[in-house]
């Protein structure tokens, strides 16, 4: 791929690659861990309906779990009241965490035989002991999985106050919940918990629903993402900043807090900064809290920000923001100059929002200017042929896996691919664009079965990033969010043609695209789908294009340098000819085709507050300074 990419190579110490989403057979994310905490009190003998007991169900559902989650997965099993008929400190490890034995946590779990009371409080605090700490400054995803048929009745220690207690301890830990046949005190109280401890609370009224929630909440942390950096600490002022180079880096941000860095910089050179924050999937947000990236200069040059909101209530998704120093061709602006700047990233959370350290993924990247003599190619700021109307792929779709993250993002060609998603998940993919090309996709969310009593709207939407992982938005061109109920949605974005120049134009639609490279897309579906879909997994169909000869380079009349791109299959493009349509895991698919045919749909509701598609308006992105 032609043209000038910004640096993001990890620095020493930096995590290895990692494969893509963890499924069965593959390696578990690094450092993430899973223990189910079992209510194996005197009510779970009780009959479920179905002429079982809730113990025998919830067997049966925790079987399903454990052949689903990725090969050596470290997983444990704790219950409580199993061993007493009376006693709030009946709490017991009977499988310690440690790497997946399938049989072995089967065979664990069917010993178990429900008897006494419910010391809930006790058990996560001991619960959460049992998870392994993090390693050498890894990150990952510790989860605490808790699976109840009622209300601590023990009192001390509140289990609310103990999930919150937990869920500030550091990041990484997510406390989840499954309320299985609980009403009134006994799901409130279960809600609480999840929100209190970065998780989310999941209903099963019968023994379908306990499954499928399983399911769900566990895989949720097995697909985690794969961080790859640097460990750095920010400073709480500008004057104690790390000095940072060109590459990847890993921190953490609380609620209300500012992170400053330093980098040096010459007076000629483009430099892109980016920073993720990668809450718990679900996590309490609200609507407008924010990630904001600033770039500063001198004690009071102010030269660009960045501001991303959540733009929903639903639960919190990874955010990304990000600021560049561009030089202006006469090169007399204070921030132009060759010196030391200041990157500062701030965190705003409103009352009730999650609580907990969110990770920090940071990239510095640096593009040296044009050689001397060299005339680029003019901006390219209109969407042009790559708009809302382009012709994009047909035919059957082949099986694709979207990564983690960023760093593992499932590489896409020209094509039409299908995928299966979670609620609360953010699946990621990258598509190849060079000079002079375009992206244009769709994304598409399946008509799926719906549980009985479904009234609940979800949401399902995209995000398109450059190479420098800047935020790209629709620009008025296109909207990235669709309403999700489970009948069909679907959704159009893309960008404008990549092209050097296009960092001097003031549009924030057009500034980032600006360098060939690995373009990535994002697809998130919303917390609340888990009260929609019968299946555990919904499908999700993406229609890729790259509109657009690829040109040698960025200079003006640059050759161009062959076939569009998917002319022509190879392992990750392909045509209608060569697509596979094999089955569907699980994921339903029906009536996908007919959303594809009605364009970008999207359904407004009055009342319900959905993600925009970062709308460029409301990001209060500036350049320069006075």
Same mark, same amino acid.
């Given at each position: 791929?032609?043209?000038?990419?910004?640096?993001?190579?990890?620095?020493?110490?930096?995590?290895?690659?990692?494969?893509?989403?963890?499924?069965?057979?593959?390696?578990?994310?690094?450092?993430?861990?899973?223990?189910?905490?079992?209510?194996?009190?005197?009510?779970?003998?009780?009959?479920?309906?179905?002429?079982?007991?809730?113990?025998?169900?919830?067997?049966?559902?925790?079987?399903?779990?454990?052949?689903?989650?990725?090969?050596?997965?470290?997983?444990?099993?704790?219950?409580?009241?199993?061993?007493?008929?009376?006693?709030?400190?009946?709490?017991?490890?009977?499988?310690?965490?440690?790497?997946?034995?399938?049989?072995?946590?089967?065979?664990?779990?069917?010993?178990?035989?429900?008897?006494?009371?419910?010391?809930?409080?006790?058990?996560?605090?001991?619960?959460?002991?049992?998870?392994?700490?993090?390693?050498?400054?890894?990150?990952?995803?510790?989860?605490?999985?808790?699976?109840?048929?009622?209300?601590?009745?023990?009192?001390?220690?509140?289990?609310?106050?103990?999930?919150?207690?937990?869920?500030?301890?550091?990041?990484?830990?997510?406390?989840?919940?499954?309320?299985?046949?609980?009403?009134?005190?006994?799901?409130?109280?279960?809600?609480?918990?999840?929100?209190?401890?970065?998780?989310?609370?999941?209903?099963?009224?019968?023994?379908?629903?306990?499954?499928?929630?399983?399911?769900?909440?566990?895989?949720?942390?097995?697909?985690?993402?794969?961080?790859?950096?640097?460990?750095?600490?920010?400073?709480?002022?500008?004057?104690?900043?790390?000095?940072?180079?060109?590459?990847?880096?890993?921190?953490?941000?609380?609620?209300?807090?500012?992170?400053?860095?330093?980098?040096?910089?010459?007076?000629?050179?483009?430099?892109?900064?980016?920073?993720?924050?990668?809450?718990?999937?679900?996590?309490?947000?609200?609507?407008?809290?924010?990630?904001?990236?600033?770039?500063?200069?001198?004690?009071?040059?102010?030269?660009?920000?960045?501001?991303?909101?959540?733009?929903?209530?639903?639960?919190?998704?990874?955010?990304?923001?990000?600021?560049?120093?561009?030089?202006?061709?006469?090169?007399?602006?204070?921030?132009?100059?060759?010196?030391?700047?200041?990157?500062?990233?701030?965190?705003?959370?409103?009352?009730?929002?999650?609580?907990?350290?969110?990770?920090?993924?940071?990239?510095?990247?640096?593009?040296?200017?044009?050689?001397?003599?060299? #005339? %680029?190619?003019?901006?390219?700021?209109?969407? $042009?042929?790559?708009?809302? =109307?382009? @012709?994009?792929? /047909? *035919?059957? !779709?082949?099986?694709?896996?979207?990564?983690?993250?960023?760093?593992?993002?499932?590489?896409?060609?020209?094509?039409?691919?299908?995928?299966?998603?979670?609620?609360?998940?953010?699946?990621?993919?990258?598509?190849?664009?060079?000079?002079?090309?375009?992206?244009?996709?769709?994304?598409?969310?399946?008509?799926?079965?719906?549980?009985?009593?479904?009234?609940?709207?979800?949401?399902?939407?995209?995000?398109?990033? #450059? %190479?420098?992982?800047?935020?790209?938005?629709? $620009?008025?061109?296109?909207? =990235?969010? @669709?309403?999700? /109920? *489970?009948? !069909?949605?679907?959704?159009?974005?893309?960008?404008?043609?990549?092209?050097?120049?296009?960092?001097?134009?003031?549009?924030?639609?057009?500034?980032?695209?600006?360098?060939?490279?690995?373009?990535?897309?994002?697809?998130?579906?919303?917390?609340?789908?888990?009260?929609?879909?019968?299946?555990?997994?919904?499908?999700?169909?993406?229609?890729?294009?790259?509109?657009?000869?690829?040109?040698?380079?960025?200079?003006?009349?640059?050759?161009?340098?062959?076939?569009?791109? $998917?002319?022509?299959?190879?392992?990750?493009?392909?045509?209608?000819?060569?697509?596979?349509?094999?089955?569907?895991?699980?994921?339903?698919?029906?009536?996908?085709?007919?959303?594809?045919?009605?364009?970008?749909?999207?359904?407004?509701?009055?009342?319900?507050?959905?993600?925009?598609?970062?709308?460029?308006?409301?990001?209060?992105?500036?350049?320069?300074?006075?």
């Amino acid at each position: 791929m032609a043209g000038a990419l910004p640096v993001a190579a990890a620095g020493p110490g930096a995590h290895g690659d990692h494969g893509a989403a963890a499924a069965p057979g593959t390696a578990a994310p690094d450092d993430s861990s899973l223990v189910m905490v079992l209510d194996s009190s005197g009510s779970m003998a009780d009959d479920d309906g179905t002429g079982r007991t809730r113990m025998e169900t919830a067997r049966r559902a925790v079987g399903t779990v454990v052949d689903g989650l990725p090969d050596h997965y470290p997983t444990g099993l704790r219950v409580y009241g199993a061993d007493h008929s009376r006693g709030c400190t009946d709490t017991r490890l009977v499988r310690p965490v440690q790497p997946l034995d399938r049989a072995a946590v089967k065979q664990a779990v069917a010993a178990v035989r429900p008897r006494g009371d419910t010391p809930i409080g006790l058990s996560l605090r001991k619960a959460a002991k049992d998870l392994p700490g993090p390693a050498d400054g890894a990150m990952g995803t510790r989860t605490i999985l808790l699976i109840s048929d009622g209300e601590d009745n023990c009192g001390t220690p509140q289990p609310c106050e103990v999930a919150e207690q937990l869920g500030k301890e550091g990041a990484g830990l997510r406390i989840d919940t499954v309320g299985f046949q609980v009403k009134g005190g006994a799901r409130e109280q279960l809600e609480c918990i999840a929100a209190a401890g970065n998780g989310r609370y999941y209903d099963a009224p019968d023994a379908k629903a306990l499954a499928r929630q399983l399911q769900r909440a566990s895989q949720l942390s097995a697909d985690g993402y794969r961080f790859r950096g640097k460990r750095v600490e920010g400073a709480a002022t500008g004057d104690r900043a790390p000095l940072l180079a060109p590459g990847q880096y890993l921190d953490t941000i609380g609620p209300g807090e500012k992170r400053y860095y330093a980098v040096d910089l010459d007076a000629v050179s483009t430099a892109d900064f980016s920073a993720t924050a990668v809450p718990q999937p679900g996590a309490a947000v609200d609507t407008f809290d924010a990630l904001r990236t600033s770039l500063e200069y001198g004690t009071d040059s102010f030269c660009a920000t960045n501001t991303e909101r959540f733009y929903q209530k639903e639960g919190a998704t990874p955010l990304t923001s990000a600021v560049a120093r561009i030089p202006a061709p006469e090169g007399t602006r204070v921030c132009d100059r060759a010196g030391r700047y200041r990157l500062v990233v701030e965190r705003e959370s409103k009352k009730g929002s999650d609580a907990a350290r969110w990770p920090l993924e940071l990239v510095h990247g640096v593009e040296a200017p044009l050689k001397k003599g060299v #005339t %680029p190619a003019a901006s390219e700021p209109e969407y $042009g042929v790559g708009g809302r =109307s382009a @012709a994009l792929p /047909s *035919g059957d !779709p082949r099986d694709a896996r979207g990564g983690t993250g960023f760093n593992d993002a499932e590489e896409l060609g020209r094509g039409v691919w299908r995928d299966r998603i979670l609620p609360s998940q953010t699946l990621w993919y990258k598509v190849p664009v060079g000079w002079g090309q375009q992206v244009c996709y769709d994304v598409e969310f399946a008509n799926e079965p719906t549980v009985e009593q479904a009234s609940s709207y979800s949401y399902g939407a995209t995000q398109l990033f #450059t %190479p420098g992982r800047f935020p790209v938005g629709g $620009g008025g061109e296109f909207t =990235s969010t @669709a309403v999700y /109920s *489970g009948r !069909p949605a679907a959704i159009r974005m893309g960008s404008v043609p990549v092209s050097w120049t296009n960092r001097y134009e003031f549009r924030p639609t057009v500034q980032p695209v600006h360098t060939g490279g690995e373009f990535y897309i994002s697809v998130t579906l919303g917390a609340r789908a888990a009260e929609i879909a019968e299946n555990p997994q919904i499908g999700v169909v993406l229609r890729v294009s790259v509109l657009g000869d690829e040109r040698a380079g960025p200079e003006y009349g640059a050759p161009a340098l062959g076939k569009k791109t $998917g002319d022509g299959a190879d392992k990750r493009s392909n045509s209608p000819s060569a697509a596979d349509s094999d089955g569907t895991g699980g994921a339903g698919w029906t009536g996908i085709a007919a959303a594809a045919g009605a364009g970008a749909v999207v359904v407004v509701i009055a009342g319900l507050v959905f993600v925009r598609s970062r709308r460029r308006a409301a990001t209060q992105t500036t350049r320069g300074s006075a």
